[in-house]
Nanobody
Framework: QVQLVESGGGLVQAGGSLRLSCAAS????????MGWFRQAPGKEREFVAT????????YYADSTKGRFTISRDTAKNTVYLQMNSLKPEDTAIYYC?????????????????WGQGTQVTVSS
């Protein structure tokens, strides 16, 4: 069992930056691939970024590639999402998720544990 708690969301102007954190508790965090997803009002949840359990492999949505960076600190049981050059269309609730073993996935259905989400609002 893994519990996930996101933090770091807030209000930022377009072009600004935020760093989201996802603190995990429970056993075997280092064996979980991690992902970030987001959901804007009236829209479906969409994939943002994922990182493998080793931290070696990462993958990004086209909309976030080059602007967002996912990373993990196993010693701190935490995964991060550094978001730069934010745009109003990045406004959403951001969720982190954990997937047992292996590589990450762009499919939300493949993740086993979810955090409660953190709101990110980008003003124009």
């Amino acid at each position: 069992q893994v519990q996930l708690v996101e933090s770091g969301g807030g209000l930022v102007q377009a072009g600004g930056s935020l760093r989201l954190s996802c603190a995990a508790s429970g056993r075997s965090f280092s064996t979980y691939a991690m992902g970030w997803f987001r959901q804007a009002p009236g829209k479906e949840r969409e994939f943002v970024a994922t990182i493998s359990w080793t931290g070696v492999s990462t993958y990004y949505a086209d909309s976030t590639k080059g602007r967002f960076t996912i990373s993990r600190d196993t010693a701190k049981n935490t995964v991060y999402l550094q978001m730069n050059s934010l745009k109003p269309e990045d406004t959403a609730i951001y969720y982190c998720a954990a997937k047992n073993y292996g590589l990450g996935s762009i499919l939300s259905s493949e993740y086993h544990y979810w955090g409660q989400g953190t709101q990110v609002t980008v003003s124009s």
